[in-house]
């Protein structure tokens, strides 16, 4: 295992094994039927500097969004706001059509205005979360999207006017699941109110852990837990802490183990690690290999939960 690890990192994956790398992971099934293996791709950082305007290097995204479903990985993340829409435009030039690929999930969200670099304004009025839909099927080149996420709840409007607009549209066949972003408990059991809810994506790693309420209530009720900024380590990766010292007897990255540890954390844990460089992406997609024991996931639960948020 170790010498493997090793070699996807640092040398590639073999045409012999390079589907067999995501897969590794295990797997997820969104809502019934949408199964996927649970080490994921987020496809915000194929942009341009604060996720505006088009990325530097178009054709490099192109090659990380096929090297990515080359080894294994039939998950993708985006949203209409990365860009803006920039990313599933990428995703449709790489990809399309998606069914040439055999099981390949595109999820998108809506519910956030972009007026500039790093700027984020939620906006749930349901007539424009209806239009953003409809736009992001234009762009990716569907009928349905698999999993459409509401970016972010909208104080302005009542969060059941929010997702029941998400229910028509659903009822439409223009969406078949539906998924939440950056939401707490209570949240999340008002909109089961309304409708079936497959996914929740918050801020989740190693050392920020906030989310752990809502983890513990998806891991319960089976639904996906979608960390995103998944790397985070901060000082827990020092040359001497315990990150280092268990990534080195696995032959790995202290990124790697840092998805490791979300992989082993929950069964409903499905990391979308992101990048626009082909090398990095083959470093995260091998952390699917990694087999942490007990005892490791322990330590590193422990020395995460001591690190200042």
Same mark, same amino acid.
């Given at each position: 295992?170790?010498?493997?690890? =090793? $070699?996807?990192?640092?040398?590639?994956?073999?045409?012999?094994?390079?589907?067999?790398?995501?897969?590794?992971?295990?797997?997820?099934?969104?809502?019934?039927?949408?199964?996927?293996?649970? @080490?994921?791709?987020?496809?915000?950082?194929?942009?341009?500097?604060? &996720? =505006?305007?088009?990325?530097?290097?178009?054709?490099?995204?192109?090659r990380v969004l096929r090297r990515a479903v080359e080894l294994g990985v039939n998950f993708i993340d985006t949203a209409d706001s990365y860009g803006p829409y920039v990313s599933e435009e990428i995703i449709r030039e790489a990809l399309h059509p998606y069914s040439s690929h055999g099981g390949l999930v595109i999820a998108t969200k809506a519910g956030l205005l972009r007026t500039g670099p790093d700027v984020w304004i939620p906006l749930g009025n349901p007539s424009y979360l209806r239009q953003e839909c409809?736009?992001?099927? $234009?762009?990716?080149?569907?009928?349905?999207?698999?999993?459409?996420?509401?970016?972010?709840?909208?104080?302005?409007?009542? +969060? #059941?006017?929010? &997702?029941?607009?998400?229910?028509?549209? /659903?009822?439409?066949? /223009?969406?078949?699941?539906?998924?939440?972003?950056?939401?707490?408990?209570?949240? +999340?059991?008002?909109?089961?109110?309304?409708?079936?809810?497959?996914?929740?994506?918050?801020?989740?790693? @190693?050392?920020?852990?906030?989310?752990?309420? +809502?983890?513990?209530?998806?891991?319960?009720?089976?639904?996906?837990?979608?960390? =995103?900024?998944?790397?985070?380590?901060?000082?827990?990766?020092?040359?001497?802490?315990?990150?280092?010292?268990?990534?080195?007897?696995?032959?790995?990255?202290?990124?790697?183990?840092? @998805?490791? =540890?979300?992989? /082993?954390?929950?069964?409903?844990?499905?990391?979308?690690?992101?990048?626009?460089?082909?090398?990095?992406?083959?470093?995260?997609?091998?952390?699917?290999?990694? #087999? +942490?024991?007990?005892?490791?996931?322990?330590?590193?639960?422990?020395?995460?939960?001591?690190?200042?948020?």
């Open positions: 295992m170790r010498g493997r690890i =090793w $070699r996807v990192r640092s040398k590639g994956v073999t045409a012999e094994n390079s589907k067999t790398v995501a897969g590794a992971s295990g797997t997820f099934t969104f809502g019934g039927d949408l199964t996927v293996n649970r @080490l994921g791709f987020g496809a915000m950082r194929l942009t341009a500097k604060g &996720v =505006w305007g088009p990325p530097a290097d178009r054709d490099e995204c192109v409809e736009m992001s099927l $234009r762009r990716l080149g569907v009928d349905t999207i698999d999993l459409f996420q509401l970016h972010r709840i909208d104080s302005n409007f009542p +969060l #059941e006017d929010q &997702v029941g607009e998400l229910l028509t549209l /659903k009822n439409e066949g /223009k969406i078949r699941h539906i998924g939440l972003s950056e939401i707490d408990v209570d949240q +999340l059991n008002a909109a089961l109110r309304v409708t079936e809810i497959v996914s929740v994506q918050n801020m989740y790693n @190693l050392t920020a852990r906030g989310a752990e309420p +809502l983890l513990d209530a998806a891991t319960k009720q089976g639904i996906g837990f979608i960390p =995103w900024f998944p790397l985070a380590a901060g000082p827990l990766a020092a040359a001497d802490g315990p990150l280092q010292r268990i990534a080195a007897d696995h032959d790995a990255s202290p990124s790697q183990l840092a @998805l490791a =540890w979300l992989l /082993k954390r929950s069964p409903v844990m499905v990391p979308i690690p992101g990048t626009s460089k082909v090398a990095h992406l083959e470093e995260n997609v091998a952390a699917a290999q990694i #087999e +942490l024991s007990d005892d490791e996931f322990e330590t590193l639960s422990a020395a995460g939960a001591q690190q200042p948020v």
